[in-house]
């Protein structure tokens, strides 16, 4: 053996025994230890190093969170980072998941990385700056890094997000914000990259305390010192606002802005933005926006042109504040500068034609009060076309204030509009590839969709798991290898479950096909059905379980037979996308499973029979006998149930405190026909003994409870109903969503339909107000909206207080504006009695302090309709003293309803 080979096989020995003592190192979590060591290796040492850390890092995340784990996770961070030479691979590994909240210090890290090029620090830095805020990446690490590297600092989200938490964290360190903020190097580059970054402002916002040493504060103090350049702060700050987004992202820069004190000529130069915000920034905004060029105006800095520009761009905004604001504005202005009437004026003129009277009355009293002050024809002209876009009311004073043309005597030509009912989706039959297959369930992955592509998907994966399963497999591989449970196989137990066969999982779209996708690919086991779906009268946790238990069981169903006999198609795949299934289309499924001698799923079997169209009495007898030609039980089945008539549902009313729920009774047709699973369906719901809260809930699901049940939504209604009631009692957010569904629901909208928009109309977020507001349309649309049931229901739920008249009205004043005013006054005509009749006898309720909004709409509503007749308990409000908005509201409607045309 020469001298060479013997050194060399020396040196590898030593390279292996310092490789052996440094893993060891690692794995006792001796950091300063494994520091010490990388410091006397070489690079090419360090490299043959990796694939045992590599290793190890695989061992450890099998272990998740054992205490071998944690304490080896900070040294073998630092040692990964050291034995690699890629910019991109350390940089992976610095921001790796499995050891995101077990790092090495970021000192331990710059000094392990701290002999490397500049150039390749600059390129790591970069590359961690990238990535997502949530990735974890220490401040501190990127910060060394880029002073190591002398590169320009990045000015990505995680970075600067991580500087403003450092900076309003270190006050342990001594000094003020602004004190540390001023020995930045980088200050100037990293306040520019704050009015850049989207979302910084909310975090800003919350780091940004009050008084001499919050951030705003800080940075105008700075500014005022010259450390910042005051012009490119001041239009940063304007332009961050015209970008726009949320009051909570927006309000830090609105209060920056305030914090720089412009001085008038500044806001003069700007008057442009100004403007542009008023227009169509968020409230807050828009009100500084306002005060701005008010302030222009009354300095007289600011053109007639302008201010009536201006005054074009606030009246037509939603908030009432502003538009009273403005006109207020205008009225100051006109009382200074007599000469401004020609210009202003006409602009003011155009809230004549606001959907909310009472800006009406206030531009009809403005232009009345400064008329005189306008010289040319012309404009009075103007003016008194304008008149027309006012109400009947106003109008007539207008005729003998303005010159406005007379009102024209005669009954009024009101025509209703409504949008069209809504056209159901017919479904497409199931993929007819397997690839085609796969990317529609990886699209249901990433978002749960509809009913109609649930269902469509659903059924196709059952066909192509019967037809040729190797194939389907081979398809979906892309899909599965990126699902969460397809990492780790040992994973599948802990996450899946034994006891219901993943069960939990199915409360969303992408939950089921994970657990259907999970089963195909032999990861889960389901469990027998008679085993996992609960029988009748086992599963009593809350008012809707019985829903969700009866959607699960299909489910279940579905992929047990996908383990152990996979069936050639679904039977209750509907035909259209609320869930109904044509009784000819059923009978034909039935008519191939007998040619094939499939078994026919029970489960699958009742809830198409749930979904089978019976309104149609001619086209249900006509399968009926179809049906029983068959000669199976199932078409025997068919028959009955096509020729049975829907029995009424039974229901009574429980007041708990300040709702109205319901109670249903035994549906002995749900409850006695159907399979196990389904059969809960029946069975009576008390509110008194079931809880309405419990974790069956979850947003997407109801709209798969509604096809479940397509011409019976009463049923679902009801058990949503104590969920619906939330929205306006206790202020929650979310469930409204489903009333849209609701009110396209092919059956009867009878009283639990009703009682859910009724809640709906008067919830406390604007989202569902909209979503109570469109399920109105649609039922007045459709022919199904009962004025006087929920007009009744909803007198009665603002006398409790469960609805506040407020949000009633501005929900009402909504469906009034797409043109149904006829619906709305409709509606109130049965709801305002109840109120009115409180009033009258002086009780002291809730009800009154909103009572005026109502009688806004309703008297908007029958000026537009041209209604008549007596109200009841009216008189008494429009007599009594005073000129609030609820007596002048009422003598409004009083005169309306009676043909008289009188002043306010």
Same mark, same amino acid.
């Given at each position: 053996?020469?001298?060479?080979?013997?050194?060399?096989?020396?040196?590898?020995?030593?390279?292996?025994?310092?490789?052996?003592?440094?893993?060891?190192?690692?794995?006792?979590?001796?950091?300063?230890?494994?520091?010490?060591?990388?410091?006397?290796?070489?690079?090419?040492?360090?490299?043959?190093?990796?694939?045992?850390?590599?290793?190890?890092?695989?061992?450890?995340?099998?272990?998740?969170?054992?205490?071998?784990?944690?304490?080896?996770?900070?040294?073998?961070?630092?040692?990964?980072?050291?034995?690699?030479?890629?910019?991109?691979?350390?940089?992976?590994?610095?921001?790796?998941?499995?050891?995101?909240?077990?790092?090495?210090?970021?000192?331990?890290?710059?000094?392990?990385?701290g002999d490397r090029d500049p150039g390749w620090l600059g390129d790591v830095v970069h590359r961690l700056a990238l990535r997502q805020p949530a990735s974890n990446v220490s401040y501190e690490l990127m910060a060394g890094l880029v002073r190591l590297s002398g590169?320009?600092?990045?000015?990505?989200?995680?970075?600067?997000?991580?500087?403003?938490?450092?900076?309003?964290?270190?006050?342990?360190?001594?000094?003020?914000?602004?004190?540390?903020?001023?020995?930045?190097?980088?200050?100037?580059?990293?306040?520019?990259?704050?009015?850049?970054?989207?979302?910084?402002?909310?975090?800003?916002?919350?780091?940004?305390?009050?008084?001499?040493?919050?951030?705003?504060?800080?940075?105008?103090?700075?500014?005022?010192?010259?450390?910042?350049?005051?012009?490119?702060?001041?239009?940063?700050?304007?332009?961050?606002?015209?970008?726009?987004?949320?009051?909570?992202?927006?309000?830090?820069?609105l209060r920056l802005l305030e914090d720089l004190a412009l001085t008038r000529e500044e806001e003069h130069r700007r008057a442009s933005d100004w403007t542009a915000l008023a227009s169509d920034a968020v409230a807050a905004v828009a009100a500084h926006a306002q005060?701005?060029?008010?302030?222009?105006?009354?300095?007289?800095?600011?053109?007639?042109?302008?201010?009536?520009?201006?005054?074009?761009?606030?009246?037509?905004?939603?908030?009432?504040?502003?538009?009273?604001?403005?006109?207020?504005?205008?009225?100051?202005?006109?009382?200074?500068?007599?000469?401004?009437?020609?210009?202003?004026?006409?602009?003011?003129?155009?809230?004549?034609?606001?959907?909310?009277?009472?800006?009406?009355?206030?531009?009809?009293?403005?232009?009345?009060?400064?008329?005189?002050?306008?010289?040319?024809?012309?404009?009075?002209?103007? !003016? %008194?076309?304008?008149? =027309?876009?006012?109400? &009947? #009311?106003?109008?007539? /004073? $207008? @005729?003998?204030?303005? +010159? *406005?043309?007379?009102?024209?005597?005669?009954?009024?030509?009101?025509?209703?509009?409504?949008?069209?009912?809504?056209?159901?989706?017919?479904?497409?039959?199931?993929?007819?590839?397997?690839?085609?297959?796969?990317?529609?369930?990886?699209?249901?992955?990433?978002?749960?969709?509809?009913?109609?592509?649930?269902?469509?998907?659903?059924?196709?994966?059952?066909?192509?798991?019967?037809?040729?399963?190797?194939?389907?497999?081979?398809?979906?591989?892309?899909?599965?290898?990126?699902?969460?449970?397809?990492?780790?196989?040992?994973?599948?137990?802990?996450?899946?479950?034994?006891?219901?066969?993943?069960?939990?999982?199915?409360?969303?779209?992408?939950?089921?096909?994970?657990?259907? !996708? %999970?089963?195909?690919? =032999?990861?889960?086991? &389901? #469990?027998?059905?008679? /085993? $996992? @779906?609960?029988?009748? +009268? *086992?599963?009593?946790?809350?008012?809707?379980?019985?829903?969700?238990?009866?959607?699960?069981?299909?489910?279940?169903?579905?992929?047990?037979?996908?383990?152990?006999?996979?069936?050639?198609?679904?039977?209750?795949?509907?035909?259209?996308?609320?869930?109904?299934?044509?009784?000819?289309?059923?009978?034909?499924?039935?008519?191939?499973?007998?040619?094939?001698?499939?078994?026919?799923?029970?489960?699958?079997?009742?809830?198409?029979?749930?979904?089978?169209?019976?309104?149609?009495?001619?086209?249900?007898?006509?399968?009926?006998?179809?049906?029983?030609?068959?000669?199976?039980?199932?078409?025997?089945?068919?028959?009955?149930?096509?020729?049975?008539?829907?029995?009424?549902?039974?229901?009574?009313?429980?007041?708990?405190?300040?709702?109205?729920?319901?109670?249903?009774?035994? @549906?002995?047709?749900?409850?006695?026909?159907?399979?196990?699973?389904?059969?809960?369906?029946?069975?009576?719901?008390?509110?008194?003994?079931?809880?309405?809260?419990?974790?069956?809930?979850?947003?997407?699901?109801?709209?798969?409870?509604?096809?479940?049940?397509?011409?019976?939504?009463?049923?679902?209604?009801?058990?949503?109903?104590?969920?619906?009631?939330?929205?306006?009692?206790?202020?929650?957010?979310?469930?409204?969503?489903?009333?849209?569904?609701?009110?396209?629901?092919?059956?009867?909208?009878?009283?639990?339909?009703?009682?859910?928009?009724?809640?709906?109309?008067?919830?406390?977020?604007?989202?569902?107000?909209?979503?109570?507001?469109?399920?109105?349309?649609?039922?007045a649309a459709r022919g199904r909206l009962d004025t006087g049931r929920l007009g009744a229901d909803l007198g009665r739920l603002v006398r409790s207080g469960a609805v506040k008249p407020a949000r009633l009205a501005d929900a009402v004043r909504t469906a009034a504006?797409?043109?149904?005013?006829?619906?709305?006054?409709?509606?109130?005509?049965?709801?305002?009695?109840?109120?009115?009749?409180?009033?009258?006898?002086?009780?002291?309720?809730?009800?009154?302090?909103?009572?005026?909004?109502?009688?806004?709409?309703?008297?908007?509503?029958?000026?537009?309709?041209?209604?008549?007749?007596?109200?009841?308990?009216?008189?008494?409000?429009?007599?009594?003293?005073?000129?609030?908005?609820?007596?002048?509201?009422?003598?409004?409607?009083?005169?309306?309803?009676?043909?008289?045309?009188?002043?306010?």
């Open positions: 053996m020469t001298a060479t080979t013997t050194a060399a096989t020396a040196a590898t020995a030593a390279t292996a025994a310092t490789a052996s003592v440094l893993m060891g190192a690692v794995r006792a979590g001796r950091t300063a230890d494994v520091v010490s060591l990388l410091d006397g290796m070489t690079d090419a040492e360090r490299r043959l190093c990796f694939p045992e850390l590599k290793a190890l890092r695989t061992e450890l995340r099998a272990d998740g969170w054992s205490a071998e784990a944690c304490r080896a996770h900070p040294a073998l961070h630092a040692a990964g980072a050291a034995c690699q030479t890629g910019a991109a691979a350390v940089a992976t590994w610095l921001a790796a998941v499995d050891m995101r909240w077990s790092q090495a210090s970021p000192a331990v890290l710059l000094h392990v990385l590169c320009p600092v990045p000015t990505t989200e995680a970075y600067v997000q991580g500087w403003l938490r450092h900076i309003s964290v270190t006050s342990q360190r001594g000094g003020t914000l602004r004190d540390r903020l001023r020995g930045d190097p980088h200050l100037a580059e990293l306040v520019a990259a704050l009015f850049r970054t989207d979302g910084v402002g909310t975090l800003l916002g919350r780091l940004s305390g009050g008084g001499p040493d919050g951030w705003t504060t800080s940075l105008a103090q700075l500014t005022a010192e010259g450390a910042l350049d005051r012009t490119t702060m001041v239009d940063a700050c304007v332009a961050r606002l015209l970008r726009g987004g949320t009051a909570t992202e927006l309000r830090v820069f005060s701005v060029m008010g302030a222009l105006a009354l300095d007289g800095r600011l053109p007639p042109r302008r201010l009536a520009e201006l005054t074009g761009a606030v009246l037509f905004r939603p908030e009432k504040k502003l538009v009273r604001a403005q006109l207020v504005l205008l009225g100051k202005v006109l009382a200074r500068d007599a000469s401004a009437a020609g210009e202003v004026l006409p602009a003011a003129a155009r809230a004549f034609g606001h959907e909310v009277s009472d800006v009406q009355e206030r531009a009809l009293k403005l232009v009345e009060r400064h008329i005189g002050k306008v010289t040319s024809a012309e404009v009075r002209g103007e !003016l %008194a076309d304008a008149t =027309g876009q006012l109400s &009947p #009311t106003l109008r007539a /004073r $207008a @005729v003998r204030t303005l +010159g *406005a043309a007379p009102v024209t005597p005669g009954p009024l030509a009101y025509e209703e509009v409504l949008p069209p009912p809504p056209e159901p989706l017919r479904l497409a039959p199931a993929p007819e590839s397997a690839a085609e297959l796969a990317e529609e369930v990886s699209a249901l992955l990433a978002s749960d969709g509809d009913v109609a592509a649930f269902e469509r998907a659903l059924d196709g994966l059952v066909r192509h798991a019967h037809r040729d399963r190797d194939a389907l497999l081979e398809a979906l591989e892309p899909v599965i290898a990126r699902r969460w449970w397809a990492d780790d196989e040992r994973s599948h137990g802990r996450h899946w479950g034994d006891s219901s066969g993943g069960q939990h999982q199915l409360r969303t779209g992408a939950g089921v096909f994970d657990f259907l !996708l %999970a089963t195909l690919q =032999g990861s889960v086991r &389901p #469990t027998s059905p008679h /085993r $996992a @779906v609960p029988h009748d +009268g *086992a599963d009593h946790r809350c008012v809707h379980s019985a829903l969700l238990g009866s959607y699960e069981a299909r489910l279940l169903e579905a992929a047990y037979r996908l383990s152990t006999d996979p069936q050639p198609f679904l039977l209750a795949t509907p035909t259209w996308g609320t869930g109904l299934l044509e009784p000819d289309e059923l009978v034909d499924r039935l008519d191939a499973y007998r040619r094939l001698g499939s078994r026919v799923p029970a489960v699958d079997f009742g809830q198409a029979l749930l979904r089978v169209r019976r309104a149609d009495r001619a086209a249900a007898s006509a399968a009926a006998r179809r049906a029983s030609a068959l000669g199976t039980a199932q078409g025997e089945r068919l028959a009955r149930w096509l020729t049975t008539e829907e029995t009424g549902l039974p229901t009574s009313r429980w007041t708990p405190d300040v709702r109205i729920l319901l109670e249903l009774g035994e @549906v002995p047709e749900l409850h006695d026909g159907l399979p196990d699973g389904l059969r809960q369906l029946g069975r009576p719901v008390s509110t008194r003994r079931e809880a309405w809260y419990c974790r069956d809930w979850h947003g997407g699901i109801p709209h798969h409870w509604l096809a479940m049940l397509p011409e019976r939504p009463e049923l679902v209604a009801a058990r949503l109903l104590p969920d619906l009631s939330t929205v306006a009692v206790d202020n929650v957010r979310g469930p409204a969503a489903v009333l849209p569904r609701l009110a396209e629901a092919d059956g009867t909208a009878g009283e639990a339909v009703h009682l859910c928009l009724t809640y709906g109309l008067g919830a406390r977020h604007e989202e569902d107000r909209l979503s109570a507001v469109d399920a109105l349309l649609v039922l504006a797409t043109g149904a005013h006829a619906t709305v006054w409709g509606v109130l005509r049965e709801a305002l009695p109840v109120l009115l009749a409180d009033l009258a006898t002086g009780a002291r309720t809730a009800s009154a302090l909103g009572l005026g909004e109502l009688l806004t709409v309703a008297a908007e509503c029958a000026e537009r309709t041209g209604a008549r007749g007596d109200l009841p308990h009216l008189a008494e409000a429009a007599d009594r003293r005073g000129a609030s908005r609820l007596v002048t509201q009422a003598r409004r409607l009083r005169s309306t309803l009676t043909g008289e045309v009188a002043a306010l």
